[in-house]
């Protein structure tokens, strides 16, 4: 297996590590685990297994607020079950760590990663601190005097997971087409169509930690409309108007809501436009997975919502996130193909 290929693999199964972390976070949110261990053991990587350990940490969790104010009936088996999505989703963001760090020290001793790849690997060293230290923060804001984490640390957190994802994502598609250097003039439009999708893209994602953190999925479970109208009344109940948009439950949904169509439109007309063009097949193969995509998760939306947002649907949901945001990164890394057949080094 060449160098190139291993790099590669290394990147590809750090981002499925990230998906995983995500999706387990998901499991971690919808079945209020996430503030269950009180304290964060950070060389720890084995969860009690004796019944004084246990109680130890059951007895953290009942000097937090969550506890104080919802779940004072707990008993400790109550609690050992809000405690175990928790612990892996820590776990996997510790095995991250590992898998970067290992890697990445092997790489550098053989001479593979040096220069301007050995910085932008760096980076993604660096991203993957920073999701983990907002995690933490996030945590903290829960166990303070509220027994709910902050809706922007929950975006924070949510959002650098992506990012790190998707430029983890990008590297290993730069080194998969070498070849592909310059954006061909035909597909410059498209390009810039694609760049305005990814940004709305990341704007529904972090709409969608909004929704999550304020529990606003559970806000007028009806669609098309939001209860008897398009637009609720209570979209515009918090003054200053701004706070809506970002503090209130209501103006939340909305945005989350009808971004989703922007999206799904942003789409349709990259696929539209595309069809005027004479593509590769991993060009084509991309956008039409892309239109797939979209589709499923707009559906998976419509589903969450009306279901008032069931364990099974929420996590389909933010996995149909991912598989949205890695096909807008590889269709917009498309667009820079030069040649008439791609060049994979693997």
Same mark, same amino acid.
């Given at each position: ?5 291993? $790099? ?14 995500? +999706? ?21 990587? #084995? ?7 246990? !109680? ?7 000097? /937090? ?49 040096? *220069? ?14 920073? !999701? ?18 902050? %809706? ?11 990012? /790190?994802? *998707? ?31 990814? +940004?709305?893209?990341?704007?529904? #994602? ?44 209501? *103006? ?16 349709? $007309? ?12 991993? !060009?084509?193969?991309? #956008? ?17 919502? #009306? ?9 389909? %949901? !933010? ?28």
């Amino acid at each position: 297996m060449s160098p190139s290929r291993k $790099i590669v693999l290394w990147l590809l199964t750090g981002c499925i590590l990230i998906w995983a972390m995500v +999706v387990v976070g998901g499991i971690t949110r919808l079945t209020h685990s996430g503030l269950s261990m009180a304290k964060w053991k950070i060389a720890s990587v #084995i969860p009690p297994h004796t019944e004084e350990e246990w !109680q130890q940490d059951f007895n953290d969790y009942k000097q /937090t607020p969550e506890f104080r104010q919802i779940n004072s009936y707990f008993a400790l088996d109550d609690y050992k079950h809000i405690y175990w999505w928790e612990f892996i989703h820590r776990l996997i963001g510790r095995m991250i760590g590992v898998v970067f760090l290992v890697p990445f020290a092997y790489f550098i001793y053989k001479g593979w990663l040096k *220069g301007e790849l050995l910085w932008k690997t760096f980076i993604v060293f660096l991203l993957g601190g920073a !999701q983990g230290i907002l995690g933490w923060y996030m945590v903290a804001s829960g166990l303070q005097d509220v027994p709910h984490v902050s %809706h922007y640390f929950l975006a924070a957190h949510l959002i650098t997971a992506f990012i /790190t994802f *998707g430029y983890s994502f990008w590297l290993a598609l730069d080194l998969l087409y070498l070849n592909a250097l310059i954006v061909d003039k035909q597909f410059h439009r498209l390009r810039k169509w694609s760049y305005v999708l990814l +940004v709305f893209v990341t704007v529904q #994602i972090i709409y969608g930690a909004f929704t999550s953190g304020l529990h606003a999925g559970q806000f007028d479970p009806t669609f098309p409309k939001m209860g008897n109208s398009w637009i609720a009344p209570e979209v515009t109940s918090l003054t200053p108007l701004w706070r809506n948009f970002i503090d209130g439950v209501a *103006g939340v949904q909305f945005i989350h809501r009808y971004n989703a169509y922007i999206v799904v439109l942003l789409v349709c $007309i990259i696929w539209f436009k595309s069809r005027k063009l004479q593509l590769l097949p991993t !060009q084509s193969n991309g #956008i039409n997975f892309l239109l797939g995509v979209v589709v499923l998760q707009f559906l998976l939306g419509v589903f969450t919502l #009306i279901y008032s947002v069931p364990v099974v649907m929420g996590v389909l %949901h !933010q996995t149909g996130a991912f598989l949205l945001f890695a096909s807008t990164i590889f269709v917009i890394h498309q667009w820079k193909v030069t040649g008439e057949v791609l060049s994979p080094v693997v």
